[in-house]
């Protein structure tokens, strides 16, 4: 058999009915759990409640407390609805018995219809992007390319990213891949633009998160992420963001507010 994908190793489950649980890697100095994944991971429980026919089609995710790697967590799925076209799942997932993250996932039999988005110019040229060695969060797992000025331990939109090693050809691990990639640049675009990012600027963690699955995602393929921030206040921000595919495709929208206590 070939090796599972570091992706699909992430979202190996013990299953009992529909609670499953994961005991997370150790990450070294890294002591929260990165959010990207236990959305991932979230999103592959409840797919894991749904008929093959039926994809992924949008989440909605509130971080409810800080989750911590080495530690098992815990996935209880509720099926509220299944219909003929749509899917509804309600995910809660625990670590020692306290809640981390509340998601509600919708998945959707594609079917035909109209095939519509709006054109949008790079706000980044792949030729004007710059390779990016070293980014927080299993960066790693990801090549990035971002703009000459980018010195953050972060990812700053626009960047270009695909996956540093094959990915399986599996609706759902790609959907979960996407999810996993798409909490790498929501939180530094959370701030003002006339907001510096520095290391000692202050607090910051994601608040909620939510993906809408527009296209399939080939994750060794260059995807341009951009993102904007929309609001500001009561120290949380609003940031919007756009995943494209080298071919200016619209392949998923994101939206997240991040609070930042500066």
Known sequence: MAALSWIAQLL??????????????????????????????????????????KLPQSLHAYFVRGGRYDADVEFHVDRIRDGRAFATRHVTASQGGAVILEMIASFHHPEPGLDWFP??????????????????????KFELRTTHDDASEFA??????????????????????LTFM?????????????????????FAASLDHSIWFHRPFQPERWHRYEIQ???????????????????TTLIASVTQEALWRI
């Open 119 to 140: 054109q949008a110019p790079p706000a980044l040229e792949f030729a004007a992007a710059v390779p990016k060695a070293e980014v927080l969060d299993f960066g790693d």
């Open 12 to 53: 190996q489950f013990d299953r009992h009915g529909d609670d499953f649980c994961i005991r997370e890697p150790r990450r070294g100095a890294v002591e929260r759990l990165f959010g990207g994944l236990i959305a991932a991971q979230s999103l592959a429980a409840a797919g894991a409640t749904v008929d093959d026919g």
């Open 156 to 177: 700053i939109p626009p960047f270009w990213v695909r996956a540093s090693t094959p990915i399986e050809d599996d609706p759902l691990i790609r959907a979960c891949t």
């Open 182 to 202: 798409s909490d790498l640049g929501p939180v530094p675009s959370a701030l003002p633009p006339n907001v510096r990012l520095r290391s000692d600027l202050g």
């Open 229 to 247: 921030p929309a609001n500001h206040n009561d120290s949380r921000g609003l940031a919007v963001g756009s995943l494209y595919d080298a071919d």
